[in-house]
């Protein structure tokens, strides 16, 4: 198994626009979750999804969005992009739902917004 | 709310030298805590938690309550250990993970 898997690895958008970030879970993982990591800070959690249902959402706009499909994979959608939303997007699928259970981390999206 | 402090950035020390790494936390129902490792090109990973009571590459941590906080010791670091780590928490009660800013631990030879 490649353990997470995350694509893309890079994304250069430009303010206003939208994007797509990708995820798939270790085979046999059911929860997946989503943390916003900007430069010098930890990561910070976004969305959790377990079984197709959001779960759990930290304090991020509407403009953030997701979706976990049959097959476990996930997408995060952000809308209206600023600048501020330049970051390290990491995706992070655990065997249960409960994030107390380990969490495995995929390489990230880089996104830089222009 | 839930909250992690890692007070420090950077911890810098010879091969040998014990390593504290600090971390306190606020969370006011029962938390879960956790130690997170990346090491330089990889992948943030999993250290260790609290609720195992585990040694893991010769680290430890112990929860106090009475001072909420969740340091990561080790008696003799190894230049291996030079990686960057985050103390995270949860609560029993929800899914979100919650981590502190990290601090670069650097062993020098």
Redesign the interface.
């Known amino acids: 198994d490649a353990?997470?898997t995350q694509s893309p690895t890079h994304l250069i958008k430009t303010r206003g626009q939208q994007v797509t970030l990708r995820c798939s879970p270790i085979s046999g993982h059911k929860s997946v979750?989503w943390?916003q990591q900007v430069l010098?800070?930890?990561?910070?959690?976004i969305f959790?999804y377990?079984e197709k249902e959001e779960?759990?959402r930290?304090n991020f706009p509407d403009r953030f969005s997701a979706r976990q499909f049959p097959n476990y994979s996930s997408e995060l959608n952000v809308n209206a992009l600023l600048l501020g939303d330049s970051a390290l997007y990491?995706c992070a699928s655990s065997f249960q739902?409960?994030?107390?259970y380990?969490?495995?981390?995929?390489?990230g999206t880089r996104l830089t917004v222009t | 709310a839930q909250r992690?402090t890692?007070p420090e950035k950077l911890l810098s020390v010879f091969k040998g030298a014990p390593v504290e790494l600090k971390c306190n936390y606020s969370y006011s129902g029962s938390p879960?805590l956790f130690w997170y490792v990346q090491y330089s090109r990889q992948?943030?990973?999993?250290l260790l938690?609290h609720?195992s009571r585990e040694s893991i590459k010769g680290f430890t941590a112990d929860l106090n309550k009475g001072e909420t906080s969740f340091h990561l010791k080790k008696p003799f670091a190894q230049e291996e250990d030079s990686a960057m780590y985050?103390c995270?928490l949860?609560g029993?009660d929800?899914?979100?993970?919650?981590?502190?800013?990290?601090i670069t631990l650097s062993v020098r030879p």
Do not use: C, D, H, W
Request: charged share 20%; glycine share 16%.
């Open positions: 353990g997470v979750s943390y010098g800070q930890g990561p910070q959690f959790q377990y779960r759990g930290g990491l739902e409960r994030s107390s380990e969490q495995y981390f995929g390489p | 992690v890692q879960e992948r943030l990973q999993l938690r609720i985050y995270a949860s029993l929800n899914s979100k993970l919650t981590f502190g800013k990290g």
